[in-house]
């Protein structure tokens, strides 16, 4: 069983505003991962760390999107200008090595209104 | 862009018999395919994976193949139980990321 905590479990934002979401990755994994899930069950890659480091990250992270997992602390996603195609579930996974074994947590369900 | 197609988006068995779920990958640097398995209002769940050095793994009622020459690989559950209904999603991963297909609801009639 997945040990990844995410926090809020819901967040809901008007058009424009910030969202932002933290993880805690399982005790020992190194590398993590954020991924979106459509309502279509479409899943989009948004970022990966190791350590504290960017391992990866698609473009859109790089506009409306940051992320960091900075040591002992949580990692966040924050969008900073929320629109409405940003609504889905966010997942968080980590990982002990590479691409292997990715646990998800529960995921922040964003609703932009 | 690398895709995973996930070939059965429905899949209605009786309880007791066998399902399987195919997918496709397009990216043929990809040497990791994981199953995850998804119930109502829940995240994803590891259920099994497959690296690209083995063509077939088992873990109890589970059963991974993998053809890499077709770019193909699948997922069969044996003697299925009610409690197998969910959607399974299949992935690829491409470097450190994964790339999914888009579902299989899997539904076991008791």
């Known amino acids: 069983n997945s040990k990844v905590i995410q926090t809020p479990r819901y967040l809901v934002k008007g058009q424009g505003q910030k969202a932002k979401m933290r993880c805690i990755p399982e005790?020992?994994?190194?590398?993590v991962f954020w991924y979106q899930q459509n309502k279509n069950n479409e899943f989009k890659f948004l970022i990966n760390?190791?350590?504290?480091?960017?391992?990866?990250q698609i473009d859109m992270t790089e506009k409306r999107f940051s992320a960091e997992c900075p040591s002992n602390s949580p990692c966040s996603l924050e969008i900073q200008s929320s629109e409405a195609g940003d609504s889905a579930l966010y997942l968080c996974?980590?990982?002990?090595?590479?691409?292997?074994?990715?646990?998800f947590g529960p995921g922040t369900r964003l609703t932009v209104l | 862009g690398e895709k995973v197609e996930q070939h059965e988006s429905t899949l209605s068995v009786r309880e007791g018999d066998s399902a399987v779920i195919n997918c496709t990958y397009t990216?043929?640097?990809?040497?990791?395919f994981p199953w995850y398995k998804q119930e109502a209002g829940k995240s994803l769940h590891f259920v099994i994976d497959?690296?690209?050095?083995?063509d077939r793994k088992q873990s109890q009622r589970l059963i991974v193949l993998l053809d890499k020459k077709a770019k193909r690989f699948s997922l069969h559950i044996t003697a299925t139980q009610p409690e197998d209904s969910a959607i399974y999603f299949c992935?690829?991963?491409?470097?450190?990321?994964?790339?999914f297909g888009t579902g299989t609801s899997l539904l076991v009639d008791p």
């Open positions: 996974a980590s990982s002990y090595r590479g691409p292997y074994e990715q646990y």
């Open positions: 005790k020992g994994h190194p590398v």
């Open positions: 760390f190791q350590n504290q480091e960017v391992l990866q």
């Open positions: 990216d043929t640097a990809s040497s990791y």
């Open positions: 497959i690296r690209s050095n083995v």
């Open positions: 992935a690829a991963n491409m470097g450190y990321k994964l790339t």
